[in-house]
């Protein structure tokens, strides 16, 4: 492609670094589709006839079929741009030297990876949505199914188990906004920015965007051909998906664990230990907690990288591609793995409510001190007295002698026999956003409407 300036051979040791075909070969579908959307293009401006144009139309068909059969597999060329356009050379002449003209590898490069970002935000989307379909599903299941909340991994209050499994589908509803915020911003193409000045040739950039499926035509060829902010807008969008998904997959691998054991792990996503036979160990829940940590080194990295480059492109952004790409996989798999481990999920409603200890309705009852005329401070204040009189007896609070409850303060007997069990403690929250079963099914049919399809 540039071996006419010079007359020695490239050092093997800059070949094996500087070669990307292993990493950018996934490209070849976009690399096909830029190519096809350029032909068209380079006949506008009278640089091919209408004869040229069906030629290399059928040449880049003919090569589509050979990539999809592996061509790329042990190929030497230096890049998937420089392997197309070779292979495209076995099949139509010389006549494969003119797709070149007018642009740079520099936009070409820049087109398919906004084309495959584009798409890879699109495949996680779904995803995504997916997952947020099976947590909408168990908390259907669960709407009835009471269990502990918790704060500093301590019982706080009683809550509805569907209530816990849609505030894990909110989270997925954000990092879906995020992604398509990321699409949106990906969608501007590149195309006809050549290597830096724009090109040389008047190519209609509007019509080679509505061909190629972009929203917009970039307004800076300097701009345009450095510009991988969209990566990064990608792989944050996916970085903060995935810390969701590590934090949904803490909260069951406790719930999972034998002293908690309010959900059975499906034995699909589980496995055994090598020496202790009684072992079912969540090790999908594992690998999507450390996924995330791969998802931020991989962003910091990407970060670290373009903060250190001037205007213009770098050879510094291929190493940036093979981040890309492994981010936006792992993310993917991470999330496809999620989803079958949630529409798995076995409820154990009993453990759950075993968990319900009447020290949980504390905050119940120091709202009906209020209701009774006190300042909240100080019903907080009687209610924890309450609480460390019931430990020094071995009691629940529900159950300290009324002898005992009243010598705490006076109010306490009747306020205790109105008091309730976990039930009337989430009814008690009726709040748009609350635990009532009115208030979590007003949710249910949000949360379904922000993810239909």
């Known amino acids: 492609m540039w071996g006419g300036r010079f007359t020695e051979p490239m050092d093997p040791r800059l070949d094996r670094l500087n070669r990307s075909l292993p990493v950018d070969g996934r490209l070849w579908r976009e690399d096909l589709e ?21 030629r290399l139309l059928a040449g880049l068909d003919a090569v589509a079929e050979q990539l999809a059969a592996g061509a790329a597999d042990d190929a030497a060329d230096e890049d998937i741009h420089s392997l197309l356009e070779r292979l495209l050379g076995e099949v139509v002449g010389p006549l494969a030297g003119k797709l070149h ?26 995803a995504l949505a997916a997952l947020g379909l099976a947590l909408i599903a168990q908390a259907r299941g669960g709407l009835d199914v009471l269990m502990p909340s918790y704060t500093h991994t301590q019982r706080a209050q009683p809550v509805r188990f569907a209530h816990w499994a849609l ?57 345009a051909v450095g510009d991988r902010d969209f990566t990064l807008e990608a792989v944050f969008a996916a970085t903060v998906a995935g810390m969701h998904l590590s934090r949904l997959a803490e909260d069951l691998v406790l719930f999972s664990s034998a002293e908690f054991g309010f959900v059975v792990l499906a034995e699909p996503f589980t496995t055994g230990s090598s020496l202790m036979p009684q072992k079912r160990n969540p090790d999908s829940l594992e ?44 993310a993917l798999a991470a999330t496809e793995l999620m989803e079958g481990v949630v529409a798995g999920l076995q409820l154990r409603p009993g453990r759950m409510a075993s968990a ?21 401070r100080e019903a907080h204040g009687l ?9 020094e007896l071995g009691v629940a609070i529900d159950r300290v002698p009324t002898g005992e409850a ?20 989430v009814e008690r929250r009726r709040v748009a956003g609350g635990t009532a079963r009115t208030a979590v099914l007003e949710q249910l049919d949000a949360a379904a409407a922000a993810f239909k399809p």
Do not use: C
């Not at 830029?34 to 209408?50: I, K, M, Q, S, Y």
């Not at 962003?299 to 093979?322: F, I, R």
């Not at 319900?356 to 209020?370: E, G, M, P």
């Not at 009243?406 to 403690?425: H, I, N, Y």
């Open 101 to 126: 003209t007018g642009r740079s590898r520099n936009d070409q490069v820049a087109t398919d990876l906004r084309l495959w970002t584009m798409g890879a935000l699109d495949r996680l989307d779904g």
């Open 287 to 330: 690998l999507v907690r450390a996924k995330a940590g791969h998802l931020l080194g991989r962003l910091v990295a990407m970060t670290a990288t373009l903060k250190a480059m001037p205007s213009g492109y770098q050879k510094d952004l291929q190493e940036n591609n093979a981040a890309l790409f492994d981010a936006l996989d792992g």
């Open 383 to 391: 209610v924890g007295a309450l609480v460390r009189k019931a430990e």
């Open 406 to 425: 009243a010598k705490v303060d006076p109010a306490f007997p009747d306020l205790l026999s109105r008091l309730g069990g976990p039930g009337a403690a």
């Open 167 to 223: 505030a894990h589908a909110w989270a997925l509803v954000r990092d879906r906004a995020r992604g398509a915020g990321a699409r949106a911003r990906a969608s501007v193409l590149p195309l006809g920015s050549g290597a830096i000045a724009g090109s040389g040739f008047a190519v209609d950039r509007e019509a080679l965007a509505s061909r190629l499926g972009f929203a917009a035509v970039s307004a800076n060829s300097i701009d």
């Open 356 to 376: 319900l200890d009447a020290a949980t309705l504390a905050t119940d009852l120091a709202d009906l001190v209020v209701q009774a005329g006190r300042p909240f």
């Open 34 to 54: 830029t190519n096809r959307a350029w032909v068209h293009a380079l006949e506008g401006v009278g640089v091919l006839t209408g004869d040229e144009r069906v």
